[in-house]
Structure formats: structure tokens, C-alpha cells
């Protein structure tokens, strides 16, 4: 496998960007869809939560270790 060039590297970050916002948003109104149903979270907020969840924390290290890098 070889390494992606720049351009190749660009499309697949903007691919991912759009897959993530598509399942947000599924999420989002699957998770409201829900609870007008039953007044009930179930487990397509958890999810919803935990994947937000996931992408700050990961984003948050990697910044924090850039900074630290750079020191």
C-alpha cells in the first residue's frame, strides 16, 4: 500500500466530513423521532452522545500534543 498524496488525502478528509455529518444528522432525527414516540432516550442518543463525544476528545489530545511537540 502506498502513501496518499496531498490531493488524495484532501478528498478522503472531505469524504469523511460529509459521512460524519450524514450520520449526525441521521442520528439527531432518528434520536427525536424517539422520544416524540415513547419520551424516552434510547440507545440512538447514547450513541449520538458518544460519538461527539470521541471526535472532541480526539481532537482535543492531538492539539494538545502538537502543542506539546512543538515546544
Known amino acids: 500500500m ?6 488524495e488525502i484532501s478528498i478522503s478528509l472531505k469524504a ?14 432518528w434520536v427525536i423521532y424517539n422520544y416524540i414516540q415513547t419520551r424516552t432516550f434510547g440507545l440512538a442518543f447514547f450513541l ?12 482535543s489530545f492531538f492539539k494538545w500534543k502538537l502543542v506539546k511537540d512543538e515546544k
Open 16 to 29: 469523511i466530513k460529509w459521512a460524519w455529518a450524514y450520520t449526525f444528522l441521521f442520528l439527531a432525527i
Open 2 to 7: 502506498r502513501k496518499m498524496d496531498e490531493m
Open 48 to 59: 449520538l452522545i458518544t460519538q461527539n463525544l470521541v471526535l472532541i476528545a480526539i481532537q
